[in-house]
């Protein structure tokens, strides 16, 4: 896993060396794996290089198209859409990051859209608030020292202190509404959705331009929408298969 996660979309095509230093290995020990990679199709060589095959996409595909939670999530969501006629979509924190599992599009001809599978820096986005919200605080902070908050627009928090100061209240108020963090113009809406045991796994939101409503109109009409698809998805998820 280390070896396949040397590769990123800045970071494409590596070479041996390239691939044991970014996987922590010796040269012969990448080699072997790389070339049991390219036996098995997930992993081509062209000259001295190696690059991904699609074939890795089916980790990915096996997860989002099981009967799981984007499942369960869709039609919820799908009627959420319905009622505010924005975007609206689930996601879950994978490290400092969020990742996508379930997305509806938006009615309108002008909407935000994000694929199934995008990831985004959590704290640049109002899913990865909720989320890192919900990480045990002393796993919180280990996590922050070790990733640089870069600015993905001029309005993203960067600063671990402040981030800290905002997921303290995300907590006691249980909801973000978050401002020109992912993109200049845009304001995320989310909540958290939970376990049976009350643990915080997954977020949903909706994405809509700040032009298009107020900050008080959003708390008043859209967060209690949001509060209600999650706590329909929670329940959703406690009768399903296995679980009952």
């Known amino acids: 896993m280390s ?15 390239e691939v044991a230093q970014a996987a ?20 081509q060589q062209t ?10 996409l089916e980790f990915g595909h096996a997860y989002l198209t099981s009967r799981s939670l984007p499942q369960i999530a869709e039609p919820h969501l799908q009627e959420l859409t319905r009622q505010v006629r924005e975007m ?12 996508y599992i379930a997305q509806v599009p938006s009615p309108k001809l002008l909407s935000v859209t994000i694929p199934v599978g995008t990831r985004f820096p959590a ?20 996590s ?11 309005h993203t928090v960067t600063t671990r202190q402040e981030l800290l100061a905002e997921l303290a ?5 249980g909801f973000v509404i978050a401002d020109d963090g992912l993109e200049e113009g845009l304001r995320g809406v989310a909540v958290p959705v939970r376990d049976a045991d009350g643990r915080v796994f997954a977020a949903v939101n909706v994405s809509l331009y700040k032009h298009a409503s107020t900050e008080e109109g959003v708390q008043r009409e859209i967060v209690p929408l949001l509060a209600r698809t ?12 296995g679980n009952r």
């Open 230 to 241: 999650a706590a329909r998805i929670e329940a959703d998820l406690r009768v399903r298969p």
């Open 3 to 17: 070896v396949l996660r040397a590769f990123t979309a800045e970071r494409a095509e590596l070479s041996l060396t």
């Open 47 to 56: 000259d001295r290089r190696y690059a991904l095959t699609p074939q890795v």
């Open 123 to 142: 704290h640049a986005t109002s899913m990865g608030k909720v989320l890192l919200a919900a990480v045990p605080p002393e796993r919180l902070e280990a």
């Open 169 to 173: 209240a995300v907590r006691k108020r």
């Open 88 to 99: 609206t979509a689930m996601a879950v924190l994978e490290g400092t990051e969020i990742r």
């Open 144 to 154: 922050l020292r070790s990733v640089e908050l870069a600015p993905v627009t001029p």
């Open 24 to 43: 922590d290995l010796d040269r012969a020990g990448a080699r072997r794996i790389l070339l049991t990679l390219v036996e098995l199709g997930y992993v």
